[in-house]
């Protein structure tokens, strides 16, 4: 479901063909423009626009310059050249220049794939898919992050799709968030999928002494995946505070003895 999403929804869409993908976008921007945002394509090639212009409502688009396309490059650079803060200050010029011009915001689909094809552009990439997910929280800027299966790995996939708040993949166990406070744990986290929980929480950081998760979206957590979130937030000198509608998890932390895990509804 690529439409109705709200002004600041960030979605994670794998693919295994470009022009499903391409298809999604299209739909994914027209909706956008009709929410009265500029519309941005961003994807490797030589002729982006030959991408949009069979959609009728976007090809006038692209004529009056509500929307737009930027080669992947140009918007994104390299990991080696250039940092995910950056990154995400790029799009929160491009977000205020589209209020600025009358705008309701700014809505972007992106076939990011060649910008984690390695370990550390993978990495670093993560980290910034936290970055402008926490931005999205608190301004009108909304993006499609789309990546084809049949050039990545499915562990990388599945690790993108883990730090969207919506995705298309029944692959990611759960979903960590950002929120206007701290971040947000959704799906379920067991045994099998602590690992990558931890992985997850690598790009993402405490703020002012604090890991604060809102679990109440949260199916299932076991004591490996709450394990997971104390060591995380015990490595950087943070104290674990967990939202929690469930009696389950106070339960569960007093019998691990986490005597400085802080609960609250």
């Known amino acids: 479901m690529v439409?109705?999403?709200?002004?600041?929804?960030?979605?994670?869409?794998?693919?295994?063909?470009?022009?499903?993908f391409r298809a999604r976008a299209a739909e994914f921007l027209v909706d956008g423009l009709e929410q009265g945002q500029r519309a941005c394509y961003v994807a490797q090639g030589d002729d982006l626009e030959a991408d949009?212009?069979?959609?009728?409502?976007?090809?006038?688009?692209?004529?009056?310059?509500?929307?737009?396309?930027?080669?992947?490059?140009?918007?994104?650079?390299?990991?080696?050249?250039?940092?995910?803060?950056?990154?995400?200050?790029?799009?929160?010029?491009?977000t205020r220049a589209a209020i600025e011009d009358g705008f309701a915001g700014l809505r972007v689909a992106a076939d990011?794939?060649?910008?984690?094809?390695?370990?550390?552009?993978?990495?670093?990439?993560?980290?910034?898919?936290?970055l402008i997910d926490r931005y999205m929280t608190a301004e009108p800027?909304?993006?499609?992050?789309?990546?084809d299966?049949?050039?990545?790995?499915?562990?990388?996939?599945?690790?993108?799709?883990?730090?969207?708040?919506?995705?298309?993949?029944?692959?990611?166990?759960?979903?960590l968030h950002a929120t206007t406070d701290g971040i947000a744990l959704d799906g379920e986290v067991d045994w099998v999928s602590h690992d990558l929980l931890s992985l997850a929480l690598e790009s993402t950081e405490p703020d002012d002494g604090e890991l604060r998760v809102d679990t109440t979206g949260l199916r299932f957590i076991d004591h490996h995946g709450l394990l997971a979130l104390h060591g995380y937030a015990r490595a950087n000198e943070a104290?674990?505070?967990?939202?929690?509608?469930?009696?389950a998890l106070p339960r569960l932390i007093a019998i691990l003895g986490l005597d400085d895990v802080d609960c609250v509804r």
């Open 149 to 175: 299966r049949s050039e990545l790995p499915e562990p990388a996939v599945t690790r993108l799709s883990t730090l969207h708040p919506v995705n298309n993949t029944a692959s990611a166990p759960f979903r």
């Open 3 to 20: 439409v109705g999403l709200h002004p600041n929804d960030h979605l994670c869409w794998p693919f295994d063909d470009f022009a499903e």
């Open 239 to 247: 104290t674990l505070v967990l939202r929690s509608e469930k009696s």
């Open 112 to 130: 990011a794939t060649a910008l984690v094809r390695t370990p550390d552009s993978l990495d670093a990439f993560c980290r910034y898919e936290h």
């Open 52 to 94: 949009l212009v069979a959609q009728p409502v976007l090809a006038e688009a692209l004529r009056d310059g509500r929307a737009e396309v930027i080669s992947l490059e140009s918007r994104y650079g390299t990991s080696a050249t250039v940092t995910p803060e950056e990154q995400v200050d790029a799009y929160a010029t491009a």
């Open 141 to 147: 800027f909304s993006a499609m992050c789309a990546y």
